[in-house]
């Protein structure tokens, strides 16, 4: 019996400290990935128009050297908050209202898929080679 308590802690422990993964496909996330292009890169730490989103997974919000951000993304990124998946999909379904004021023009993904897509993406975007 104190085997099979201990068995059960322990696979408990390792489920809950291995990293959230998105439910999303990296490949079809790759493709959602193109509307963020003219403004975004996840395979280099150049920022654009936005900054890039390399390792953004559980980054600290308004935190990449070099990159102008918003007053209000600044804000919002305060108390130590992190680009978590939760956050991430809440900010992508509808940026200008997750976060007031922020400048990201873009208006949003509508469809839920399309976010985990996008955000299996960007957890491992080598997974959509």
């Known amino acids: 019996m104190q085997f099979r308590v201990f068995a059960a802690v322990t696979i408990t422990a390792a489920v809950l400290a291995a990293p959230a993964l998105a439910d999303g496909d990296a490949k079809k996330g ?6 963020c292009k003219a403004c975004h890169v996840v395979d280099n730490e150049k920022n654009k128009v936005g900054p890039h989103l390399v390792d953004v ?9 070099g990159f102008k951000y918003s007053s209000a993304m600044i804000e919002f990124g305060g108390d130590d908050k992190v680009w978590d998946i939760e956050t991430l999909t809440l ?14 023009a873009f208006a949003g993904l509508k ?4 976010i985990d897509n996008i955000i ?6 080598e997974a959509a080679k």
């Open 111 to 114: 469809k839920d898929k399309d």
């Open 120 to 125: 299996a993406y960007l957890q491992d975007p």
């Open 57 to 65: 997974i559980d980054r600290p919000i308004a935190n990449v050297e």
């Open 91 to 104: 900010y992508l379904k509808k940026p200008k209202d997750f976060i007031k004021g922020t400048k990201m």
């Open 30 to 35: 790759a493709k959602v990935f193109r509307k």
